[in-house]
T-cell receptor, first 113, second 111 residues
């Protein structure tokens, strides 16, 4: 079945540091890939997505590239801010079968001033 | 007003009680979902519905049931709550293409 694996958290960084959160997946076919973000006390929000190999999703300074050869979709940001502190979820949606998201376990990011 | 609302936001109940969590949306989406979130496990799909007459089980449907009363309403029921159903529950909607819109969540505690 489909699965998503994310790096363990929490990730603690100083403001303006470079961020990478690793995500790898297992899926049949050609899934779409997503990063969702959950700020404290809120529901999840879509951060970015990519629907085919080599696509790059980007939003709010965050980027992730769909790498089919390594089945990865790592999230990066060049300079994090305190306001980026949140839990980040990698997810996939298969192009066959159940049209629902499969989520990773989430990675908590803490950015210190 | 929020596009996806959930009631109640917090609930404490006792083992064996029946409880219903409600979700309403104003986005006009056909697809609605119920997830539970547990620490370290991410979100897991309980049930989903692609229209009023279409209900599907997710990964962890045992102990839960749902009702799609209208396009805008999708309720989750726990017929006889047990402590390991203590979790944060999220409703979500989608117009397709994978982008889902989440409600604020319901924190359920079963004693």
């Amino acid at each position: 079945g489909n699965s998503v694996t994310q790096m363990e958290g929490p990730v603690t960084l100083s403001e303006e540091a470079f961020l990478t959160i690793n995500c790898t997946y297992t899926a049949t076919g050609y899934p779409s890939l997503f990063w969702y973000v959950q700020y404290p006390g809120e529901g999840l929000q879509l951060l970015l997505k990519a629907t085919k190999a080599d696509d790059k999703g980007s939003n709010k300074g965050f980027e992730a590239t769909y790498r089919k050869e390594t089945t990865s979709f790592h999230l990066e940001k060049g300079s994090v801010q305190v306001s980026d502190s949140a839990v980040y979820f990698c997810a996939l949606m298969s192009d066959t079968g159940r049209r629902a998201l499969t989520f990773g376990s989430g990675t908590r990011l803490q950015v210190q001033p | 007003d929020a596009d996806v609302t959930q009631t109640p936001r917090n609930r404490i109940t006792k083992t064996g009680k029946r409880i219903m969590l409600e979700c309403s949306q104003t986005k006009g989406h056909d697809r609605m979902y119920w997830y539970r979130q547990d620490p370290g496990l991410g979100l897991r799909l309980i049930y989903y519905s692609f229209d009023v007459k279409d209900i599907n089980k997710g990964e962890i449907s045992d102990g839960y049931s749902v009702s799609r009363q209208a396009q805008a309403k999708f309720s989750l029921s726990l017929e006889s709550a047990i402590p390991n159903q203590t979790a944060l529950y999220f409703c979500a909607t989608s117009g397709g293409q994978g982008k889902q819109f989440f409600g604020p969540g319901t924190r359920l505690t079963v004693l």
